[in-house]
């Protein structure tokens, strides 16, 4: 513990006594730093209030303040009565963010939105090769039950967020890379909060929505990359007529 501790002073030396705004910057990249040079995990114990004090050299309300801004990020959990664990470091503190965004300053042209699809878009697009071989050669009956629900409630005129969720999560859920899948449904949580606040109407298109989603699977199992592109700029176009995007987003010479 000495040496963790030696070098975990040289990670993160106490910086001047000047302005309380750096000194708060500091303690909470101490904390940090005392994390990774630990090699603490999500849900470990973090040391006692005063134990911080004590290591990190600062005073309690530096220690209180950075906890907090820490807790905000989901870098830690702060269990009353209890103690402070390493956090699970969601993206739930980004989310929240986006959609304060787009609901606050969306623009006469719905800009946030619009960035926000964009991003899907990429993500979707970027993703495809490793979808698609992930899938190629597969048989998949939970992710066709989920098409030929959102196909059905969408002849009801209604939309489908949890089928939708669902499809989007399974189709990465072979991938090896969890962060990919939580960026994706981080944005596909901002996107489906934050278009009913902004009075948009897609319920006309929602049947060519939910029958995409069937033709990127059936492209994914096929092994067909191309086919995958073109199902995902036709999943697109709805909400792209609503938000006025005229031009399907494109990812050079692969997407039709």
């Known amino acids: ?62 220690v209180r303040e950075a906890v907090r801004t820490l807790s905000t990020l989901g870098i830690v959990d702060v269990r009353h009565g209890h103690g402070t664990y390493v956090g699970a470091m969601s993206l739930d503190a980004l989310v929240e963010m986006l959609v304060f965004r787009g609901v606050l300053s969306p623009g006469d042209d719905l800009r946030a939105l619009r960035d926000v699809v964009e991003i899907r878009q990429a993500l979707d697009h970027g993703m495809a090769d490793r979808i698609v071989a992930s899938l190629a050669g597969t048989s998949n009956p939970d992710l066709h039950a989920l098409v030929d629900e959102m196909v059905a409630v969408a002849g009801e005129g209604r939309t489908f967020p949890q089928q939708d969720r669902a499809f989007h999560t399974g189709l990465l859920a072979r991938l090896d890379n969890a962060l990919i899948g939580q960026l994706v449904s981080a944005f596909w949580e901002v996107h489906t909060v934050v278009v009913p606040t902004l009075g948009l109407s897609v319920a006309a298109d929602m049947d060519q929505t939910a029958r995409a989603h069937g033709l990127m699977l059936d492209a994914a199992e096929a092994g067909d990359v191309l086919a995958f592109h073109a199902a995902l700029t036709s999943h697109y176009d709805p909400i792209g007529k609503a938000l006025g995007v005229t031009e399907p987003m494109t990812t050079g010479d692969s997407t039709p």
């Open 1 to 62: 513990m000495a040496a963790a501790q030696r070098s975990f002073r040289e990670l993160a030396p106490e910086a001047p006594r000047g302005a309380s705004a750096s000194r708060r910057a500091t303690t909470t990249g101490q904390i940090k730093d005392f994390i990774l040079v630990e090699g603490l995990r999500p849900g470990d114990l973090l040391p006692t209030e005063a134990e911080l004090c004590e290591r990190l050299n600062v005073s309690r309300s530096s």
